[in-house]
């Protein structure tokens, strides 16, 4: 009876356990919205800034171009990959043929007995 009694113990606190957990979670994701529109109204705030001394006559700040450069999306063309592609199977040939001439035109010269070893 007892063993029964502490499973049910370890079951109550494990369920509280998964409960503290979604609340945690439920909790960083409101935190995280809150950031993110945070900074989304700082970065308004620094456009429309900018916008101003633009049309003041006053040049942009470093700071200022430094966000463009990272604001530009740069177009993937789709050919190039990220990671080596496989090579055929006639690149493979390739390979092997060379590993072959290569194979061939190796000379080793050492003594019969070292080479018995």
Same mark, same amino acid.
């Given at each position: ?9 370890? %079951? ?12 945690? !979670?439920? %909790? /960083?994701?409101? +935190?995280?919205?809150?950031? %993110?529109?945070?900074? %989304?109204? +700082?970065?308004?705030?620094?456009? +429309? ?9 006053? @040049?942009?700040?470093?700071? /200022?171009?430094?966000?463009?450069? @990272? ?30 001439? +290569?194979? !061939? ?13």
């Amino acid at each position: 009876m007892e063993s029964e009694g502490r499973t049910n113990e370890e %079951e109550e606190l494990g369920a509280e356990k998964g409960k503290e957990k979604e609340g945690d !979670k439920m %909790e /960083e994701r409101k +935190i995280n919205k809150v950031e %993110e529109a945070e900074n %989304e109204k +700082i970065q308004k705030k620094r456009d +429309i800034e900018g916008d101003e001394r633009r049309e003041n006559g006053e @040049k942009k700040t470093k700071s /200022e171009h430094v966000r463009e450069k @990272k604001t530009e999306v740069v177009p993937n063309s789709g050919k190039e990959a990220s990671y080596p592609l496989v090579p055929s199977k006639k690149d493979k040939e390739q390979y092997f043929a060379h590993f072959l001439d +290569i194979f !061939k035109k190796l000379e080793i010269t050492i003594p019969f007995g070292e080479a018995l070893q």
